[in-house]
C-alpha cells in the first residue's frame, strides 16, 4: 500500500524508491525539451531525429526518457516501447518484445527473425502511427549484435511512419565501434546529461522528501545530498539514504526523520550501480567479480588459473578474456596498465 496511514513517518514510500517516476524532474527541463523536440516529428507522422542520451550513472537519463514517452502516450496516442537491453541483448529479443507489444503472441524460439519482422511492419502499416522505441543501457547490444539497428532502419523503408529512435548509454563512446554505415544512417543527435551539482541534488531530493515523509528535521536532505555525491554524484543513494533514515526513524518510534537517522546510515548506504549490475552479469562474469573482490588484486593469468579451478567446464582463454574486458567496461573490475611478467594486474574497483 502506498499511502500509509498508520506510519507516523512516511506519507508515501514508494516516492522514495528509485523505481518510482515522479511527475516532476527538476533540473532536467532542458533535455526533456531537447528529447521532445527530437521527437515532436512524431506527432506530424515524420521522421523523428534519432537520440543518443548519455551520462553518469542515476543522474536522471532513464527517468526522462520514460517521462517523455509518457507524454507522448499521453497527449499524441504515440506507441512508444521502453527496452533495457540487459534484459533484451540480441535483435531477436527486440524484435520478439516489439511484436508482442503489439498484440501478438510470438513464441521466442519458434520465429525465425524475418518473420518477426514482417508481423512488426504489418502491426506498423495497421496502427497507422509512428512507435518510438528507447533502447536504455544500448552498450549491451552494441557489443553483442548490431544487426538490429540495421533491421530497424530498414524497416522504416515499409512503414509509412518512420520510426523513432533513442539510445541511453553510461558510454560516451558506445557507438564508435558501429559499422559506418549504419552510424550513418542513424544520424543520431546527442544528448548529454551532465552530473547534478549539490543545490541541485538538495532540490530534486527535497522534492522527493516532502512526497515521501510527514515530517523531516533540517538538514535531512542536505545530509544524504552530500553523500549522494560522494558516491559519485548517483541520486539512488541520496534516496537511499532517505529511505533507510526513514525506516530508522520508525523503528526508534521517532515523530520525524532526524539528521541523527541519515547520519547513523550512511555506512551502510554504498554505490548502487555495481549492486545492481552484479545481478544482471552471467554466471562466468560473477565467478570473476567473486574473485577479484575477494583477492583485490592478481594478474589475469592468475585469475584465469583460479576461475578454472573453481568450475567444473573452464572457458577457453579468449572467450574469458572477453568476460573480463566486459567487467572492466561496466566497472565491476579494473584492468591495469601495469602488468606482471607478461600479464596485465586485474583489481577490485
Ligand atoms: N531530476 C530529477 N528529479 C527527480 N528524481 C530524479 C531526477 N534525476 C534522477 N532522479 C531519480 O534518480 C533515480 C535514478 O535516475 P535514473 O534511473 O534516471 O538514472 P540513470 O541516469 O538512468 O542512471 P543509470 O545510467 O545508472 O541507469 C530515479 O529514481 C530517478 O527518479
Ligand atoms: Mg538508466
Known amino acids: 500500500m502506498a499511502f500509509m496511514e498508520d506510519s507516523k513517518i512516511f506519507k508515501n514510500q514508494d516516492i522514495l524508491s528509485s523505481e518510482y517516476l515522479p511527475d516532476m524532474l527538476p533540473h532536467r527541463e532542458n533535455q526533456i525539451k531537447l528529447l521532445a523536440d527530437n521527437l515532436e516529428p512524431a506527432n506530424r507522422g515524420m521522421k523523428p531525429q534519432n537520440t543518443f542520451v548519455f551520462g553518469s550513472s542515476g543522474i536522471g537519463k532513464t527517468a526522462a526518457t520514460k517521462y517523455v514517452f509518457r507524454k507522448f502516450e499521453d497527449y499524441s496516442g504515440i506507441k512508444t516501447v521502453y527496452l533495457n537491453c540487459w534484459d533484451y541483448n540480441t535483435s531477436l529479443a527486440v524484435l520478439a518484445k516489439l511484436v508482442s507489444e503489439f498484440g501478438f503472441f510470438v513464441q521466442r524460439r519458434g520465429w525465425a527473425k524475418d518473420e518477426v519482422i514482417e508481423r512488426l511492419i504489418e502491426a506498423l502499416q495497421k496502427s497507422k502511427k509512428s512507435l518510438l522505441i528507447c ?25 509509412k511512419n518512420p520510426i523513432g529512435l533513442i539510445f541511453i548509454s553510461n558510454n560516451p563512446h558506445a557507438f564508435v565501434n558501429l559499422e559506418p554505415r549504419i552510424t550513418s544512417s542513424l544520424s543520431l543527435d546527442e544528448i548529454e546529461f551532465k552530473p547534478y551539482t549539490l543545490e541541485e541534488m538538495k532540490d530534486i531530493l527535497k522534492e522527493r522528501a516532502s512526497n515521501g515523509f510527514r515530517s523531516i528535521e533540517e538538514g535531512v536532505v542536505a545530509l544524504a545530498s552530500a ?43 554504498k554505490q548502487v550501480k555495481p549492486e545492481i549490475l552484479k545481478e544482471k552479469i552471467n554466471d562466468t562474469e560473477k565467478v570473476i567479480v567473486g574473485i577479484v573482490e575477494n583477492k583485490h588484486r592478481l ?22 578474456r572477453e568476460y573480463v574486458n566486459h567487467l572492466d567496461e561496466i566497472k565491476l573490475i579494473k584492468i591495469m596498465q601495469k602488468k606482471i611478467g607478461n600479464s596485465r594486474i586485474i583489481s577490485k574497483v
Do not use: W
Not at 579451478?309 to 579468449?318: A, Q
Open 135 to 159: 533502447l536504455d543501457e544500448v552498450d549491451q547490444l552494441i557489443n553483442k549484435d548490431q544487426k538490429l539497428l540495421y533491421d530497424l532502419l530498414r524497416m522504416n523503408q515499409y512503414v
Open 227 to 269: 553523500h549522494a555525491l560522494n558516491k559519485h554524484g548517483d541520486v539512488r543513494v541520496g534516496l537511499e539514504c532517505l529511505m533507510k533514515a526513514g525506516r530508522l526513524a520508525e523503528q526508534e518510534n521517532s515523530d520525524k526523520v532526524l539528521v541523527e537517522h541519515v547520519r547513523k546510515v550512511l555506512k551502510d548506504v
Open 299 to 320: 594478474s589475469f593469468d592468475q585469475l584465469y588459473d583460479e576461475y578454472c579451478e573453481s568450475v567444473d567446464e573452464p572457458l577457453t582463454r579468449r572467450m574469458f
